[in-house]
DNA sequence: GATGATTTGTACGTATGTATA
DNA sequence: ATATACATACGTACAAATCAT
């Protein structure tokens, strides 16, 4: 019941970004990537949409030079699936394969959690138990937009504390691949708690410093299974 | 010391693979990506490599739109890196990112063994235990590339037992990115000894339905820092 | 630092393959 | 089943940015 359904907006893709600081020009192409891929992590663009060249080049008022190669990059990163001479769909798994990308995600993140547990430096240690404590006063408070907002930035500091680039890459283009499937989780008060709890859970194991356990809440944490099946329903 | 340096090629983008079967009439970009992938994995262009667009063009007979393409698929599958108006160069990175890089594999490679104690099938289960036979009898007769060729089979049945395929993609997406910066392995007769016994642990375990053994098996079967120090002198 | 050469980014036109009548 | 319409794949030309001098 983790996974917030307004995805981390991925400027570029992942494994540029850390292969090299960009500071160079901004080319047309990024920007109507980005968009593309904005939308479509938003539900905009709901799976199954067809995205059309000559359309979304009238739309972005460009040729559909950059447009092409937009949808090419889409293609790889696994947002769409693009079919030669059929043109480019938003992807639309298949159920199982939805739950397989939950199970690994699910993982991933555990894999995250447990690397923060060895790695966090005393500086992230700090900065975790803040934004956990904030998180249990807007809790309390019932306030569901800075709980989603925090929750964000909650799993985003444990990433970053196991300190592993390419790893946090991986979860955050899995995390995006699976963000048309899941919607608001944090609509009731309990969810709200009971996510608390179990970061709380997260949260103690890592300041132990204890790999397994960090990985094993975190894992439980995730919920696969609910996710998958809450998710998919929006696809028919 | 398991993966092996002969990449399996990745004929489309994992992705793209696994979302549709492709029927399709096989375009030029795509070929030029799939040969491309081939040559920066097996070596032949090291990182570093500037990849020109006007002289790939004339190698392949194409205008360079096609060339284009590939290139931004590379990038975006993390093979090579594009920097906008500067050119794309093979991914050249940092020894830091390479030791992230391989953590994160032997973690993906675990999980993939976990998954297969869980889920194998008697029909992959026999499969699994006949190729461990076979090795055994290669590596007795010192075959060795017999043995290397056996062992991309080995690593293949681990993954499909594991009835994840998104896995399977992340884990040959990264495989793959790693290639160029693994050499032989199997030069010694020890060390091919070694990797069977190393399999004959994973095997056993998988057999027994131990998750857990399997995962810790194979993690230490893929013996990361080794690796990672071992090829990235062939950087400099 | 300015200028020319070179390479990449974008526009546009044509060919080819797919889908529908 | 054939033909027609249409979208995509590719080629070519120009614009813009980078780099070499």
Same mark, same amino acid.
Request: glycine content about 6%; hydrophobic content about 40%; overall charge neutral.
């Given at each position: 019941?983790?996974?917030?359904?307004?995805? +981390?907006?991925?400027?570029?893709?992942?494994?540029? =970004?850390?292969?090299?600081? $960009?500071?160079?020009?901004?080319?047309? &192409?990024?920007?109507?990537? /980005?968009?593309?891929?904005?939308?479509?992590?938003?539900?905009?663009?709901?799976?199954?949409?067809?995205?059309? /060249?000559? &359309?979304?080049?009238?739309?972005?008022?460009?040729?559909?030079?950059?447009?092409?190669?937009?949808?090419? /990059?889409?293609? =790889?990163?696994? @947002?769409?699936?693009?079919?030669?001479?059929?043109? &480019?769909?938003?992807?639309?798994?298949?159920?199982?394969?939805?739950?397989?990308?939950?199970?690994?995600?699910?993982?991933?993140?555990?894999?995250?959690?447990?690397?923060?547990?060895?790695?966090?430096?005393?500086?992230? !240690?700090? !900065?975790? /138990?803040?934004?956990? &404590?904030?998180?249990?006063?807007?809790?309390?408070?019932?306030?569901?937009?800075?709980?989603?907002?925090?929750?964000?930035?909650?799993?985003?500091?444990?990433?970053?504390?196991?300190?592993?680039?390419? @790893?946090?890459?991986?979860?955050?283009?899995?995390?995006?691949?699976?963000?048309?499937?899941? !919607? =608001?989780?944090? $609509?009731?008060?309990? !969810?709200?708690?009971?996510?608390?709890?179990?970061?709380?859970?997260?949260?103690?194991? +890592?300041? $132990?410093?204890?790999?397994?356990?960090?990985?094993?809440?975190?894992?439980?944490?995730?919920?696969?299974?609910?996710?998958?099946?809450?998710?998919?329903?929006?696809?028919?």
């Amino acid at each position: 019941m983790s996974l917030p359904e307004s995805p +981390i907006a991925l400027a570029v893709p992942p494994t540029a =970004a850390a292969t090299t600081a $960009r500071p160079g020009r901004r080319t047309r &192409a990024e920007d109507i990537r /980005e968009q593309l891929a904005d939308e479509i992590t938003r539900g905009q663009q709901p799976p199954g949409t067809l995205l059309d /060249e000559s &359309a979304l080049a009238a739309r972005f008022g460009v040729s559909r030079t950059p447009v092409r190669e937009a949808i090419r /990059e889409l293609a =790889a990163s696994g @947002l769409i699936d693009a079919r030669p001479h059929r043109g &480019a769909i938003v992807a639309r798994p298949s159920f199982e394969r939805l739950q397989n990308m939950f199970e690994v995600m699910a993982e991933l993140e555990a894999l995250c959690a447990g690397l923060c547990a060895q790695n966090i430096n005393p500086a992230e !240690r700090r !900065r975790l /138990e803040t934004l956990h &404590a904030d998180m249990g006063e807007m809790m309390r408070l019932g306030d569901f937009a800075a709980y989603r907002e925090a929750n964000e930035q909650f799993h985003a500091s444990i990433y970053a504390g196991g300190h592993n680039d390419y @790893l946090v890459e991986l979860t955050l283009a899995t995390r995006q691949r699976l963000s048309p499937f899941r !919607r =608001a989780q944090f $609509r009731a008060l309990g !969810r709200l708690a009971l996510s608390h709890l179990e970061h709380d859970r997260v949260v103690t194991a +890592i300041l $132990r410093g204890d790999r397994d356990g960090a990985a094993m809440a975190m894992r439980d944490h995730i919920a696969i299974v609910h996710n998958a099946y809450e998710k998919y329903a929006q696809l028919i």
